[in-house]
């Protein structure tokens, strides 16, 4: 990441050996994805700049990671729920969110280069379909102006989803414009090895 778009953390990682049981025990909810269920040692503590956030506040950790997991495994397909993620990240400068979702993207194979490019672009993208623009049309509406999906995008949505996908979309897309806020003005910083926005996408000035 550039200079002119790194963020300085308001508030760092929690270094994991400062981590508490209290702590550990509130991570717990991600332990019991790893195979076989088997607890992580300490040793294997996650060391993602975002938990490093969340380690300083074990009673979010609680409240907050259910809601994620479910977001994770949601009636949306992976596909869908990367382009929102992307779609919502990308417009909404968070950084850390976008580069690890355009890795995770791609090392699953659930989007191509072309389409991750074309997430930058818009729902007016060459590379999209009449359904697969219409989800992007739908993250601008949800997270520009007054952040309300037209009545005429809503009803294409409706042609292709059901109620619990409709719902998981709009959390989903609610959730991680929420994240942009909030990491910006925490100042999650990536980590190395993450590459993180273009220098010429930055928040405009005021931002």
Same mark, same amino acid.
């Given at each position: @990441?550039?200079? $002119?778009?790194?963020?300085?953390?308001?508030?760092?990682?929690?270094?994991?050996? !400062?981590? $508490? !049981?209290?702590? !550990?025990?509130?991570?717990?909810?991600?332990?019991?994805?790893?195979?076989?269920?088997?607890?992580?040692?300490?040793?294997?503590?996650?060391?993602?700049?975002?938990?490093? *956030?969340?380690?300083?506040?074990? !009673?979010?950790?609680?409240?907050w @990671?259910?809601?994620?997991n479910?977001?994770?495994n949601?009636?949306?397909?992976?596909?869908?729920? &990367? *382009?929102?993620i992307?779609?919502? $990240?990308?417009?909404?400068?968070?950084e850390?969110?976008? /580069?690890?979702?355009?890795? @995770?993207?791609?090392?699953?194979?659930?989007?191509t280069?072309? &389409?991750?490019?074309?997430l930058? &672009?818009g729902?007016?993208?060459?590379?999209?379909?009449?359904?697969?623009?219409?989800?992007v049309?739908?993250?601008?509406?949800?997270? $520009?102006?007054?952040?309300?999906?037209?009545?005429?995008?809503?009803?294409?949505?409706?042609?292709?989803?059901?109620?619990?996908?409709?719902?998981?979309?709009?959390?989903?897309?609610?959730?991680?414009? @929420?994240?942009?806020?909030?990491?910006?003005?925490?100042?999650?910083?990536?980590?190395?090895?993450?590459?993180g926005f273009? /220098?010429d996408?930055?928040?405009?000035?005021?931002?």
């Amino acid at each position: @990441m550039s200079d $002119t778009t790194k963020t300085a953390p308001r508030i760092p990682p929690r270094p994991t050996e !400062d981590w $508490t !049981d209290e702590v !550990d025990d509130a991570f717990s909810v991600l332990r019991a994805h790893a195979p076989a269920g088997v607890d992580a040692p300490a040793a294997q503590r996650p060391k993602a700049n975002i938990l490093g *956030i969340y380690a300083w506040h074990p !009673d979010f950790i609680r409240g907050w @990671m259910p809601f994620s997991n479910h977001l994770r495994n949601s009636t949306l397909s992976d596909r869908l729920r &990367e *382009i929102a993620i992307l779609r919502t $990240t990308w417009l909404g400068y968070g950084e850390y969110e976008w /580069a690890q979702h355009v890795w @995770m993207s791609l090392a699953g194979g659930v989007l191509t280069e072309t &389409e991750i490019a074309a997430l930058s &672009e818009g729902p007016d993208a060459a590379e999209w379909s009449a359904a697969d623009a219409v989800v992007v049309r739908a993250v601008d509406q949800m997270v $520009t102006g007054d952040k309300l999906v037209s009545d005429e995008v809503w009803a294409e949505l409706e042609a292709h989803f059901t109620r619990q996908q409709l719902i998981d979309f709009v959390f989903m897309v609610g959730t991680y414009d @929420m994240h942009c806020t909030a990491f910006r003005n925490l100042g999650l910083e990536l980590e190395d090895g993450m590459t993180g926005f273009p /220098a010429d996408h930055r928040p405009p000035a005021g931002r």
